[in-house]
């Protein structure tokens, strides 16, 4: 048992490798994400409200968004009528990005900070920034 | 314990049953009362849409030249314009008449014909290979006889293209965003390695206006309809003028009908 230290070394590096994130990150804390409503539609909007409350479209916008896509896509159905009673077209760009004009402050900001990447920017065409207003019709 | 007797487990088991039976009941009502899309009322509709290209018009009208429809078509769609041949998407292009009719054999009574350019798009054809071979379900048939894509199911193996008799689909080699010179923020652009063909301007159709080309054609050459409404505009021109159609003999019933 000539090797006895160097184990006991290898051991110390490796248990301070694989806990390195835990006391690296210990005691600090990643900023929760704001994710921005200030876009020139939004400020003119009488009631600042999107389709449906905040707190659904938070939890349950990706499915929201997955369902208008069958809808429009697969259905032929193209507008949408919220639990309100209002219609909205059901359209990523024409919609959701009239609005929501800012999408680096708005979607980015939580997406980057979740550590998810929809693939929606591929085809679909975000509205230049900072360029005000343009690119909905 | 009371003992279970055989007649009270059947009976047991019987409700067990009804109440499975319930659930698919109770959940198709359910469902009914969150019906939560429609459509624009200004919709346009139909059994079975058809187009009917009128050459005789579109020649006189300077058919060597004028590109109005493909450009308005490309112009609302994002369809990038890329220069290498080999890798061109196009949803709306012409063709010459031995390329577009290879089966019509006749020697002399197609002179006047030969060689002049036709415009060809997808036949949106009624039973339509590209959709029996896609393996994801990408390229459906819709009710209104629409053959559309779904991109984002689109795998890029390209079945459809090798299905296709008429080389109406262009697969995206690479990306195509850098190729489109005015972007039409209303619309999505293509990916590269998805599939890509005319969709008969449904987002148009949903809004009640008539397809891209035909609204562009500055000599009526296009018209549009439903091929199954006897007193339609495409019924009409059917009945009064001789027309033709690509490979009617593949069985394929392209839509697409052609004035000569």
Not at chain 1, 82 to 100: F, I, P, W
Not at chain 2, 196 to 220: I, M, S, T
Request: proline share 7%; glycine share 8%.
């Amino acid at each position: 048992m000539r090797d006895t230290s160097k184990i006991a070394i290898g051991l110390v590096v490796f248990v301070v490798l694989v806990t390195f994130p835990f006391w690296y990150g210990a005691g600090k804390r990643a900023e929760p994400p704001v994710p921005s409503l200030d876009t020139p539609v939004i400020q003119g909007l009488e009631e600042k409200k999107c389709i449906e409350d905040t707190g659904f479209m938070r939890e349950y916008h990706m499915q929201l968004l997955g369902d208008w896509r069958n809808w429009v896509v697969r259905d032929g159905k193209t507008v949408y009528v919220a639990s309100d009673g209002k219609e909205y077209v059901m359209s990523l760009q024409n919609t959701c990005l009239r609005c929501h004009s800012n999408k680096s402050q708005f979607c980015d900001s939580c997406h980057h900070y979740a550590g998810v990447d929809p693939d929606c920017w591929s085809c679909h065409l975000a509205p230049e920034e900072p360029a005000p207003e343009e690119g909905a019709k | 314990m009371k003992e279970i007797t055989r007649r009270s487990f059947l009976k047991l088991g019987g409700v067990c049953a009804l109440g499975l039976l319930a659930a698919p009941v109770l959940n198709a009502f359910g469902k009914g009362s969150l019906l939560k899309v429609t459509s624009d009322p200004a919709a346009k509709s139909a059994q079975r849409w058809a187009v009917v290209v009128d050459m005789q018009k579109c020649w006189a009208g300077g058919g060597e030249t004028c590109r109005e429809c493909i450009v308005a078509c490309h112009r609302e769609h994002n369809v990038p314009d890329i220069p290498d041949q080999k890798d061109a998407v196009k949803w709306i292009w012409k063709e010459p008449y031995e390329n577009a009719f290879p089966g019509q054999g006749n020697a002399y009574t197609e002179e006047g014909i030969r060689g002049k350019p036709f415009l060809v798009l997808c036949n949106h054809c009624t039973n339509a290979p590209c959709v029996r071979v896609c393996p994801t379900k990408a390229t459906f048939k819709r009710e209104d006889g629409v053959v559309m894509m779904d991109y984002h199911r689109c795998i890029g193996c390209r079945y459809c293209m090798a299905a296709c008799p008429y080389g109406a689909r262009s697969f995206n080699f690479r990306d195509p965003r850098p190729y489109i010179q005015h972007e039409n923020q209303a619309f999505p652009t293509r990916e590269k390695g998805v599939v890509e063909k005319c969709n008969l301007c449904v987002e148009r159709l949903a809004v009640g206006l008539p397809p891209a080309c035909v609204q562009a054609c500055p000599h009526g050459a296009l018209a549009f309809g439903d091929l199954e409404d006897p007193d339609g505009e495409v019924r009409k021109i059917l009945r009064t003028c001789y027309t033709i159609r690509r490979k009617p003999e593949l069985g394929t019933e392209p839509n697409v009908y052609y004035v000569i």
